[in-house]
């Protein structure tokens, strides 16, 4: 029991998220940890660190860190985020994120607000223009 005699406090000690755990694109088999209707769609590292860290949490973020399941090796998949849940003395830091999946359910409910999710929805439709891209047949050559 080596993990005992170290302090929650201590960075190894802190949770690790990864951002297959809120994917909805995910099964569980994959590394989903959350339930289908709450994940989301591809959330990163980054997002993840912004709203642990706007709610008050002691958040640290490494980059080039890959979940093992993730057979992806592009660099939007990498990266852990690394949160601290209890203090020194084994109570919660903050009191509504008594648990890991507390604070994954709440990352995964605050991630679709973020700015930058809010503005990429919003102008998808510049590149629908009607009448374009038409199937023209070979006509019969004229004699």
């Known amino acids: 029991m080596a993990w005992a005699a170290t302090s ?5 000690r802190f949770i690790c998220i990864y951002p297959a755990y809120l994917n909805n694109k995910k099964t569980i088999a994959e590394g989903r940890r959350i339930p289908m209707d709450k994940a989301i769609e ?4 980054t997002e993840i660190q912004d709203v642990c860290a ?4 002691n958040v ?3 980059k080039n860190k890959l979940y093992p399941r993730e057979w992806n090796r592009d660099v939007q998949y990498r990266g852990r985020v690394r949160v601290q849940l209890k203090l020194e003395d084994g ?7 008594p648990t890991r999946k507390s604070v994954m359910l709440y990352a995964a409910e605050t991630i679709p607000k973020l700015k930058t999710r809010t503005q990429k929805m919003g102008g998808s439709d510049q590149n629908l223009q009607p009448g ?7 006509g019969k050559k004229k004699k």
């Open 132 to 138: 374009e891209g038409g199937k023209k047949g070979k």
């Open 42 to 45: 591809n959330p990163t590292s």
């Open 54 to 57: 706007a709610v008050g949490l």
């Open 91 to 97: 109570n919660p830091c903050l009191p509504q994120f």
């Open 60 to 62: 640290l973020v490494e």
């Open 8 to 12: 929650p406090a201590d960075k190894e």
